[in-house]
């Protein structure tokens, strides 16, 4: 039986991708692929995530990359705009748990700087009862111990608790360590696999419940 739901945050929750913003600066799709491949790329972006200061991320790539410095800036300058917005759909189903009751926790890789910003720029990231940021442990998922730290603080039995995540080796891991799990393939896909669960059953008041969502009355829409 779950007793308790953790949301990963990016591509789940809300969609980043700094190709949103980049487009908008480079007019070759090619171009802008290996600037986000080979100079501010995945393996680059996840020091930051592990909370590497930015200024040291930053004088490594211009050293390395000096043609790109005006480029290398706006990955951090910019970041809002690499944001598509909350999936509200999403938002809905964490609204709708944790209306139900269940605790709701986040775990995330993320950069504890910008993760601030997030709270602001997106509020319902604060309804979480807890949340583990990577940028803030020094720690980052795939890394067994990120997961080990959140059921340990949370006090979390693994069994009871639902994992959601996008990334495959994300949730490989989780379910290595008994947690259960579900790949986020879509907010309609994620809904059915919890009420599998026994999350969703048949509610009362259908439009009740749509009225408080994202929809309408969503935090999310607060900004």
């Known amino acids: 039986m779950i007793k308790s739901i953790v949301f990963d945050i990016g591509g789940v929750l809300v969609d980043w991708n700094p190709r949103y913003f980049y487009r908008t600066m480079m007019d070759?799709?090619?171009?802008?692929?290996?600037?986000?491949?080979?100079?501010?790329?995945?393996?680059w972006n996840h020091t930051l995530d592990l909370g590497r200061p930015w200024e040291d991320a930053r004088l490594e790539l211009v050293g390395r990359h000096p043609e790109h410095e005006?480029?290398?800036?706006?990955y951090w300058d910019r970041w809002l705009e690499m944001f598509n917005?909350?999936?509200h759909e999403t938002v809905d189903i964490l609204m709708d748990v944790k209306r139900r009751g269940y605790p709701v926790y986040g775990l995330t890789n993320w950069n504890d700087v910008k993760f601030e910003v997030a709270l602001r720029e997106f509020p319902f990231l604060n309804l979480f009862d807890g949340r583990?940021?990577?940028?803030?442990?020094?720690?980052?998922?795939?890394?067994?111990a990120i997961y080990?730290?959140?059921?340990?603080?949370?006090?979390?039995?693994?069994?009871?608790?639902l994992f959601i995540d996008d990334r495959i080796e994300n949730i490989e891991v989780a379910r290595n360590l008994g947690i259960e799990v579900v790949r986020f393939i879509s907010p309609k896909d994620l809904e059915d696999k919890m009420a599998g669960y026994g999350i969703f059953p048949e509610l009362e008041d259908q439009e009740d419940m749509a009225s408080q969502g994202c929809g309408g009355g969503c935090s999310c829409h607060s900004r």
């Open 132 to 144: 583990i940021v990577s940028g803030e442990e020094k720690l980052a998922k795939p890394d067994p």
């Open 70 to 74: 005006m480029l290398i800036d706006l």
């Open 28 to 43: 070759n799709e090619q171009d802008m692929e290996y600037f986000l491949t080979q100079v501010c790329s995945p393996d």
């Open 148 to 161: 080990k730290l959140l059921l340990e603080k949370f006090n979390l039995n693994p069994k009871e608790t």
């Open 85 to 87: 917005g909350p999936i």
